[in-house]
């Protein structure tokens, strides 16, 4: 399975952009699924996931801020993210989370940039 995000730029802070990841095959219908991001110097962090059944969580930072979504016709998941802060520049990817590891190797990430 090959997962590859898109999306990214740079925006200003307070400003909004969607990403999307796209798979190869039919996965986020079968399995829960999560948006991760690798700031500079700093570990991956898992930021938000959707499970089989629509239910969503986030890390506290992102609350009230980014949503996440499916389209299991187009295998594809979507972060919506607005009011962006300088602290969300990472690099984005999303994989499908086993435990504390995921179930398959990291596909090309999107960078976000938050700067003025």
């Known amino acids: 399975v090959q997962l590859q995000a898109s999306g990214g730029g740079l925006v200003q802070p307070g400003g909004s952009l969607r990403l999307a990841c796209a798979a190869s095959t039919s996965i986020f219908s079968i399995y829960a699924v999560g948006w991760y991001r690798q700031a500079p110097g700093k570990q991956r962090e898992l930021v938000a996931a959707?499970?089989?059944?629509?239910?969503?969580n986030y890390v506290d930072s992102v609350k009230g801020r980014f949503t996440m979504s499916r389209d299991n016709v187009k295998n594809s998941v979507y972060l919506q993210m607005n009011s962006l802060k300088s602290e969300d520049t990472a690099v984005y990817y999303c994989?499908?989370?086993?435990?504390?590891?995921?179930?398959?190797?990291w596909g090309q990430g999107t960078l976000v940039t938050v700067s003025s």
């Open positions: 994989n499908v989370p086993i435990g504390d590891k995921v179930r398959y190797n």
């Open positions: 959707l499970t089989r059944g629509g239910s969503t």
